[in-house]
């Protein structure tokens, strides 16, 4: 009789558990995995073979979390008027425009005013060499610090009460933890939930790549 009541009481919490109200799971739904992006250059097909020469073709070393996008073998050169920096690190697939993302730290040494933008968002950015190779190019536009964001799906939004394109902060905890302002939703079908910051964003907060914040508006 007492093994038939513990397996009862045990059905029991169990069935609590599944039904238990969302206040209860908070803690686990409502967390958002991070994303560490350092330095790195998407390429047009028109530079990619300036840089590599025309038939090559990029080289797929890691996937990344956002479906379809990758981290490559190939890496280029990126050279402002101070000075240059070597070993940045292509990511696929090919782009229609050439974009360089870089830290802001690296404006110091490239000597160049990377301005904070989202991806793809170029017009009126600084442009730089990139030096491949097999070549070089001058992009007049495309170089940018990446503006923290998080990607999720529709479905994501309507779980977190957003929708793509707002502002909103987000919590970081830990012994260095705080809160970042200015986090752009950014929600589609093509997204998988993930906050990407910069390594300079991730390290003032001592992140890695198994922490999660929390979305405060």
Known sequence: MDNKYEAVLKLLLETVKDNMPSEGRREDEYKIPIGISNRHVHLSQVDFNTLFGEGYQLTRVKDLTQPGQFACKETVTICGPKGAIEKIRILGPIRSKTQVEVLKGDSFKLGTVPQIRMSGDLHGTSGITIVGPKGSI??????????????????????????????????????????????????????????????EEANAMNLNNVSKITIIK
Do not use: W
């Open 138 to 199: 001058q992009i007049k536009e495309g170089l940018i610090v990446a503006q923290r964001h998080i990607h999720m799906t529709p479905g994501d939004a309507q779980h977190f009460d957003v929708h793509d394109g707002q502002i909103v902060s987000i919590q970081v905890d830990g012994p260095r933890g705080g809160i970042y302002n200015n986090v752009v939703i950014r929600a589609n079908d093509a997204s998988a939930l993930e906050c990407h910051v910069d390594t």
